[in-house]
């Protein structure tokens, strides 16, 4: 139960990260090594407990994110009209609004998780399929630009970001890697760093040492962290596609370890948050597409002025969308496939009485 509450907490911090990035991206001037540390790790690290959590992938849990996709993309077609980001509304399913990539891929993952449980017992069929995926995940990148390009020759509007292919496959292993973690591993991972010292000391020399390093090439490391984008946009000269590649998922799994260390198992503001991260994921936006393209009295402001604005609005989208009262109201439609089966057990079970009490009265 501890180490439940522990990976609640984990969640409700990384939620809080999400939001936070997506605000300072509105205004990211002076503030871009600060973004590009939260991507550094952030996604990876939900989506290693995503693959954590996924032990019993069910067809209905990909339903439901079939179902929540169609739902807030349809959504925010026309919300982003009245937000002023489109000066059409137009309802495209093809490519996913900001955020929802994460909903199209984890739809991809959870049934790559029910093929694995299918194969379970072939070994060799399994570490076949497992080995070509990563090494497809690993090299996606270097040869997206040119597959896009053919692809475009029949289907004009391609694009690395359709369906979330490209995140699909860069970020893999991270789903991959949570799937496969024991509860033991897990167990080994929160205690390996476990006075607190040590904790703060590692966490402060790691992140100065991250901050140097983006330092000198920001303008293509953010490119990198995004996961959408081909080689060619975060190619850095003398460094190989590999090496960059490889200090992206170093980084990542550093940052998921020291994560999974620093974060407390106690009750606190972050439970609740993690508990209701869904609903806070998909509905932070309806405050940052405003701002997207309203964001003139944010751009006047200092970086450290809007930092400190942004991490305020960050708190407070945050306790709104994951407070209690809202996911009561709002679990209808974050939940779609759970409340269709009730509406269809009780239309069901309405059928049967209505069957049973025709037969006891039929003269």
């Not at 993309?73 to 490519?95: E, L, P």
């Not at 399994?126 to 040119?146: E, T």
């Amino acid at each position: 139960m501890q180490k439940d509450m522990k990976l609640n907490n984990v969640k409700g911090v990384l939620i809080f990260l999400v939001v936070f990035a997506h605000l300072l991206g509105a205004s990211k001037s002076g503030l871009e090594n600060m973004i590009e540390i939260i991507y550094s790790f952030h996604m990876p690290a939900f989506i290693f407990l995503n693959g954590y959590f996924s032990k019993r992938p069910s067809i209905k849990k990909v339903i439901n994110l079939i179902l929540l996709y169609v739902i807030f993309q349809t959504f925010y077609c026309v919300y982003r009209y009245y937000a002023g980001n489109f000066s059409v509304i137009q309802f495209t399913y093809g490519r996913p609004h900001t955020h929802l990539w994460y909903i199209v891929s984890l739809g991809s993952w959870y049934a790559l998780a029910i093929i694995l449980k299918k194969i379970n017992g072939r070994h060799v069929l399994k570490a076949v399929l497992l080995f070509l995926l990563l090494i497809m995940s690993f090299f996606s990148r270097f040869y997206a630009d040119q597959i896009i390009e053919f692809i475009k020759i029949y289907y004009s509007s391609m694009h690395t970001q359709t369906l979330s292919i490209l995140r699909t496959f860069v970020f893999l292993p991270f789903f991959l890697a949570g799937f496969y973690c024991s509860r033991d591993l897990m167990s080994k991972i929160y205690s390996a760093l476990d006075k607190f010292k040590f904790k703060l000391f590692s966490i402060l020399a790691v992140s100065v040492l991250i901050f140097i390093i983006l330092d000198q090439h920001n303008d293509k490391f953010d490119q990198l962290f995004f996961g959408f984008l081909g080689y060619q946009k975060f190619h850095i000269e003398n460094h190989s596609y590999t090496g960059i590649v490889f200090f992206h998922y170093s980084l990542a799994v550093l940052g998921i370890f020291l994560l999974l260390n620093a974060v407390g198992a106690g009750k606190n503001k972050f439970t609740q948050w993690g508990e209701h991260s869904l609903a806070i994921f998909l509905f932070h936006m309806i405050f940052i597409f405003p701002l997207l393209t309203h964001n003139s009295w944010l751009n006047e402001q200092n970086p450290d002025t809007r930092l400190i604005l942004c991490f305020t609005m960050a708190f407070g989208i945050t306790s709104l969308f994951g407070s209690r009262a809202f996911n009561r109201v709002v679990k209808y439609i974050i939940y779609p496939m759970k409340y269709l089966e009730l509406i269809y057990a009780r239309l069901f079970n309405q059928t049967d009485k209505n069957d049973e009490y025709k037969k006891r009265h039929i003269v």
